[in-house]
């Protein structure tokens, strides 16, 4: 029983087998992996390496627990840097299938091959191959029926295999990869890649332009990678890949900082897509905490955090973040809802609205439909969506504004008692610095109750129980990034989008040119504040192109 269940937490499905084989592969300096699947690898899974391979006289124990020839001694465990280290994949999967173990060291004159079926070793004879390790899985849950129906159809195992094999390809750009589903080859990435030209590859052509370089480093923490520009940013979190040592993990503070850092350049729920790479000493983060290895613990979190957003917000800075004509442009909801009418008229009758009238005239710009501009430029045409453009204007106002009277307080008028869980009252009692920094005043009167008697003079209307459950749930996630709340900023891009002109209204020439200088000059001009994009770049390399004067390859941005 103990058996089975120690088992069944590292083998679940297909891709688990795929996972700790490709690994293994990975783990034994292999330069080129082949994965062949049958049914998604329901029926079989071979997965073929060329590294190092196993000695004769240790096939048989490979496949015993706890037998791994990646740790030595009980202090290699605080510096792993290999994938494996427990010694249980190659048992577990012997537990719960049929596995054929094919190996050959370089110094050997041929291989040997291992037919293991429950644990039980059925066969050991020579046999003739190539140096490397061939590893054959059949007959999966044949006796356990009860994983066995609990698989997903053919496809939906084949997507987590594809899935996982493309997060591998990525953290390791220099090892070729093969996948194959029913003979068919589904993906062949060729070793000696750099990560850049394996992004490419993995996320297709219109990532070489999307995709932003980025590095930094601190403490003991060094960031490399790239990230999306808006223009690549999508509904789907699936490009999104995270490598700590060589090792693709998922940690979601991580994930959060990340957009965060893009702030109003994309709605709230299109992702950023990144591979970013972080190398650290193997002592200061846990892989140990999960029996797959997919999560992980760090040490010195929040300055990795700080470090990774600074770079994020460094690198979107000093780029041309401007939308072009490569790659599709998701489309977005605009959503006016959850804004704040008192917070709302409080900013807009404190700032002086930017207003698009009353200019001087240049070179005539074109408008179309009453909705978007057309100009000339030095190097080909900006195409101007004249709603979002005026709207990122004034939201960069607002902003202003906002930031300005930010740290002002007030007394609220009638006290407002806020009742929370035993769990979030502890959080709140442990982060009142943070709170009074902001300007609250709060007691804490019984255990779980909390009487508010000053809060920043922005949130003096705002339904403060619920204020702060979301701001708990942020400082659960160690995603506590000193910046506008989400209500807040909801609220900003409401006023900014009810001042705005609206698409429909007829502009004078001068009227446009205005407009158009005015949002060249705007910080967050890519975008209006729901991430739309703000304007389209055309160059003069685009426009030939698009007029088949000049062939694709020859573009280069
Ligand atoms: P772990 O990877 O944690 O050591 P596994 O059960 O996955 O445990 O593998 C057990 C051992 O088998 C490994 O330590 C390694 O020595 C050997 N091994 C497994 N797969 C390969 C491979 N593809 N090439 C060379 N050696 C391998
Ligand atoms: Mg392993």
């Given at each position: 029983m103990i058996e089975r269940i120690a088992a069944g937490q590292v083998v679940e499905r297909p891709v688990s087998i795929v996972k700790e084989l490709v690994e293994n592969s990975l783990d034994a300096g292999a330069q080129n992996i082949s994965i062949r699947l049958e049914d998604g690898g329901k029926t079989k899974i071979v997965v073929t390496d060329d590294g190092c391979g196993i000695q004769e006289s240790d096939l048989e124990k490979v496949i015993e627990q706890h037998t791994t020839s990646k740790i030595q001694q009980l202090a290699d465990l605080q510096k792993i840097t290999s994938f494996g280290f427990r010694g249980e994949a190659l048992w577990s999967i012997t537990k719960v299938a049929k596995v054929i173990l094919q190996s050959r060291r370089k110094e050997s004159t041929s291989g040997r091959a291992c037919i293991v079926k429950n644990g039980l070793v059925l066969e050991n004879v020579p046999v003739g191959m190539q140096t490397g390790t061939i590893i054959t899985i059949t007959e999966l849950f044949e006796t356990y029926p009860a994983r066995k129906k609990f698989l997903k159809s053919n496809q939906v195992e084949f997507q987590y295999v594809l899935e996982i094999v493309n997060q591998l390809s990525l953290a390791h750009a220099t090892v070729g990869f093969q996948l194959f589903n029913n003979d068919k080859l589904i993906l062949d990435y060729l070793p000696n890649e750099t990560l850049q030209t394996r992004i490419t590859t993995v996320f297709g052509k219109a990532a070489k332009n999307l995709f932003l370089p980025l590095s930094a480093e601190g403490g003991d923490y060094k960031i490399r990678g790239f990230i999306g520009s808006p223009q690549a940013a999508t509904t789907i979190a699936l490009q999104q890949i995270l490598i700590v040592n060589k090792r693709p993990v998922s940690f979601l503070p991580i994930t959060k900082t990340i957009k965060h850092a893009f702030g109003t350049l994309l709605p709230k729920n299109i992702h950023p897509p990144f591979v970013i790479e972080i190398e650290t000493d193997?002592?200061?983060?846990?892989?140990?905490?999960h029996p797959r290895k997919e999560k992980i613990a760090f040490s010195e979190q929040q300055l990795l955090v700080d470090i990774l957003h600074h770079a994020v917000t460094t690198t979107l800075k000093n780029a041309n973040l401007s939308f072009s004509f490569y790659g599709d442009v998701e489309h977005y909801e605009l959503h006016d809802s959850g804004m704040d009418d008192i917070a709302a008229l409080f900013l807009k009758s404190n700032t002086k609205e930017w207003n698009v009238k009353n200019y001087f005239e240049d070179e005539p710009i074109l408008q179309v439909k009453k909705l978007y501009l057309i100009a000339q430029t030095k190097d080909g045409l900006l195409l101007v969506d004249q709603h979002a453009a005026h709207e990122r204007i004034l939201y960069d106002q607002f902003s202003e504004t906002y930031e300005q009277v930010h740290g002002e307080v007030v007394v609220l008028p009638k006290p407002v008692e806020i009742e929370l869980s035993v769990y979030e009252s502890e959080v709140v009692k442990n982060t009142m610095d943070f709170f009074e920094q902001l300007g609250f005043v709060i007691k804490n009167t019984k255990p779980t109750t909390f009487i508010i008697q000053k809060v920043p003079i922005i949130l003096q209307n705002r339904n403060l129980q619920k204020y702060f459950v979301e701001i708990i749930a942020d400082i659960v996630a160690e995603t506590k990034i000193p910046e506008l709340d989400d209500q807040t900023h909801r609220t900003i891009a409401y006023v900014a989008c009810r001042s705005a002109i609206k698409a429909g209204e007829v502009l004078t020439q001068p009227e446009r040119k205005n407009l158009i200088e005015k949002l060249l000059t705007t910080k967050g001009r890519y975008t209006c504040p729901h991430g739309r994009p703000a304007y389209i770049v055309l160059n003069m390399t685009d426009l030939a192109q698009l007029f088949h004067r000049i062939p694709a390859s020859q573009k280069e941005k």
């Open positions: 193997p002592e200061l983060f846990d892989i140990n905490i």
